[in-house]
């Protein structure tokens, strides 16, 4: 018998199915790091992706042949406006899962937030929420993002939890009631150096084929009916295509996480630490103003896009070490 040929995908991976279009334009976070830390810190901050330039600097990669020479890297810049702490949601947790037990919200919260949101205060929900905490297994900041403050056209904020780990629960909670109502910046949340876990939406491509979606081989020409489609969707019986055959379909808009992304810069405009704006600004974003960082290597999403930005929850370093930065390539 002659040896049957299957059309499988070169490159690629089924570990993200299905492949389909992201429900919102704002990424999920569902797991946080555990931290030793004995005082509470909120764990991730938002940003909105401006552009890239060239990162020249000293590589301080250790026990590596290139350690202590000139290296040039790819950087990301982000706008990181501050993030308003709207309120405090606290979580039980039992054999079905996690269950939130109250919300407690800012009295005086600004009316371009309040009118895109609905909120449900009660009165005296600080003191209801103090009296369940024993029960309490985890605490989350309620904070919001408003792209109108970096001149995006945008006016809806972005909405979303910020896990807050470091301490007991107590601690955790008195934490989000001292910052309730106000700002907090990215300086405030990480460090220069420090590694983080950036989620957002990829760029949208569309309808695409199995040849661009999945690598499929072409087959021959003239030996089939046609080139650019898969060999065979499987066997006759059972009747039915197996998921892990390359089908036709959405490609891009999808929501990633990559791991491990170096802060290279932390800083702001007003001060004039670093150029970072080139004549005309960004292309597609315009110019930076105010806080904004600069990530080593590339970010998911076309620029104006909300990138998230998490505490690293994979190899966790103890010692950070600031980058020795030479110059700014815009």
Same mark, same amino acid.
């Given at each position: 018998m002659g040896h049957r040929r299957h059309s499988q995908p070169r490159r690629g991976s089924l570990a993200y199915l299905p492949r389909g279009r992201a429900k919102s334009m704002e990424a999920r976070i569902r797991g946080w790091p555990e931290i030793s830390s004995k005082e509470p810190k909120l764990l991730?901050?938002?940003?909105?992706?401006?552009?890239?330039?060239?990162?020249?600097?000293?590589?301080?990669?250790?026990?590596?042949?290139?350690?202590?020479?000139?290296?040039?890297?790819?950087?990301?810049?982000?706008?990181?406006? $501050?993030?308003?702490?709207?309120?405090?949601?606290?979580?039980?947790?039992?054999?079905?899962?996690?269950?939130?037990?109250?919300?407690?919200?800012?009295?005086?919260? $600004?009316?371009?937030?309040?009118?895109?949101?609905?909120?449900?205060?009660?009165?005296?929900?600080?003191?209801?929420?103090?009296?369940?905490?024993?029960?309490?297994?985890?605490?989350?900041?309620?904070?919001?993002?408003? $792209?109108?403050t970096?001149?995006?056209?945008?006016?809806? $904020?972005?909405?979303?939890?910020?896990?807050?780990?470091?301490?007991?629960?107590?601690?955790q909670f008195a934490f989000v009631k001292n910052i309730l109502g106000k700002e907090v910046k990215i300086d405030q949340v990480f460090e220069t150096g420090a590694g983080v876990d950036v989620a957002a939406i990829t760029k949208g491509k569309g309808w695409a084929g199995v040849i661009i979606r999945w690598g499929v081989k072409r087959k021959q020409h003239k030996s089939r009916k046609t080139v650019r489609e898969v060999g065979t969707l499987g066997p006759i019986s059972p009747s039915n295509v197996m998921y892990t055959v390359p089908r036709a379909g959405q490609r891009g808009f999808h929501q990633r996480i990559e791991y491990n992304k170096r802060i290279m810069v932390i800083g702001n405009t007003e001060n004039g630490d670093y150029k970072i704006n080139p004549s005309g600004g960004y292309k597609h974003f315009g110019f930076v103003k105010g806080d904004y960082i600069i990530?080593?290597?590339?970010?998911?999403?076309?620029?104006?896009?909300?990138?998230?930005?998490?505490?690293?929850?994979?190899?966790?370093?103890s010692k950070i070490v600031k980058p020795n930065i030479l110059e700014l390539v815009i």
């Amino acid at each position: 018998m002659g040896h049957r040929r299957h059309s499988q995908p070169r490159r690629g991976s089924l570990a993200y199915l299905p492949r389909g279009r992201a429900k919102s334009m704002e990424a999920r976070i569902r797991g946080w790091p555990e931290i030793s830390s004995k005082e509470p810190k909120l764990l991730a901050h938002a940003g909105f992706k401006a552009g890239c330039i060239q990162i020249v600097s000293i590589d301080d990669r250790e026990k590596i042949p290139n350690f202590g020479k000139q290296l040039v890297n790819l950087g990301t810049v982000l706008v990181t406006p $501050p993030l308003l702490v709207l309120g405090i949601r606290g979580y039980s947790k039992d054999s079905n899962g996690h269950h939130a037990e109250f919300d407690v919200y800012y009295e005086e919260i $600004p009316k371009e937030i309040i009118k895109h949101i609905s909120l449900k205060n009660k009165e005296g929900a600080i003191e209801k929420a103090e009296k369940i905490l024993p029960k309490i297994k985890e605490i989350f900041a309620i904070v919001a993002i408003l $792209p109108h403050t970096v001149a995006l056209e945008q006016k809806k $904020p972005y909405v979303f939890e910020v896990a807050v780990k470091g301490g007991d629960v107590q601690k955790q909670f008195a934490f989000v009631k001292n910052i309730l109502g106000k700002e907090v910046k990215i300086d405030q949340v990480f460090e220069t150096g420090a590694g983080v876990d950036v989620a957002a939406i990829t760029k949208g491509k569309g309808w695409a084929g199995v040849i661009i979606r999945w690598g499929v081989k072409r087959k021959q020409h003239k030996s089939r009916k046609t080139v650019r489609e898969v060999g065979t969707l499987g066997p006759i019986s059972p009747s039915n295509v197996m998921y892990t055959v390359p089908r036709a379909g959405q490609r891009g808009f999808h929501q990633r996480i990559e791991y491990n992304k170096r802060i290279m810069v932390i800083g702001n405009t007003e001060n004039g630490d670093y150029k970072i704006n080139p004549s005309g600004g960004y292309k597609h974003f315009g110019f930076v103003k105010g806080d904004y960082i600069i990530l080593k290597g590339s970010v998911p999403g076309t620029y104006r896009r909300l990138v998230k930005l998490r505490s690293q929850i994979r190899n966790i370093t103890s010692k950070i070490v600031k980058p020795n930065i030479l110059e700014l390539v815009i």
